[in-house]
């Protein structure tokens, strides 16, 4: 089994092996005197895993309740959240006891969340279920729900106690889910490792199973330096968020139905190379395209920019955004709004 250290205000492992899903008990156990958990999962990986994982639980000696909602971003609301916490609270969870969020990047969000906040904080494990929570959302402490003016746009930050990562999990991923997570993979090559990103260009979607373990630990590996580096998000870990700042507005503009998060990172990631570093375009394009991934929108500019203006990582009137000029180097830049509205206007 590989393990990464995340030496953040609270430490923790990542544990990373095929098959480990069917040892979560046993690994559980290992970290916790509690021996009562919360399983939160939605009903497509709830279908998949959960009997594993209880079972797995169950032969640890562990107590297990277990919380369904709808798979998808739309669940990731207050309704949802408020509807965990009123499980919880009927489940007779403690400060003690443990949540644990079995599947992608929505269930990861929101039951972190709800061990940010419920008794004003409880233990959780991530064990990601999808190659994009695997590689990104389960791993740094970022916790959020989407509300009406904008995805994550309430949440905070909550380390998780421990994240098991199966890559055989990703193996019943559909095409464009798996696809939808490599344009995070495809980031950190962009971001931090030309070596990653030269092995991404040798092969593709249909193949890329074969360097899935490399891939998934390198990725945590890079994620694990950035925020052990920047915790809360005040300055180098912004370089995580190359291609985010219009591929949310991209999926902002698509209502954030039939537009994965992936394809508005890959779209995003585009459309800022194209303009500050054209020379590095078409290989961007080609790899993103091999992985089935779009490289540019029908959404006007003129429309995506005022999607921007609401980013997250707008502070002092400033917009913050990720330029790579070499494969492996990302620079932060900030601008005011309207400056960076003319730099993009087309
Ligand atoms: N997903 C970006 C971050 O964790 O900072």
Redesign the pocket.
Known sequence: MKKINVNTSTPYEVLIERGSIKKSGELIAGITKSRKVAIITDDIVGSLYAETVTDSLKDNGFECTMFTFPNGEQSKNLSVLGQIFDFLCESGITRSDMLIALGGGVVGDITGFAAASYLRGVDFVQIPTTLLAQV??SV?G?TAIDISGGKNLVGAFKQPALVICDSDTLKTLTAENLSCGMAEVIKYGMIRDRDLFEKLECHNLENVHEIMDDIVYTCIDI?RDV?ENDEF?KGE?MI??FGHTLGHAIEGWHNYTDYTHGMGVAVGMCLITNKFAPELSERLKKCLTAYKLPTDTEAPMAELLPYCSKDKKRAYGNISYIVCKTIGVAEIRKSTVSEFEKFMEV
């Open positions: 990104d959302s740094g970022k994620k925020v998000d870990r995580l968020n």
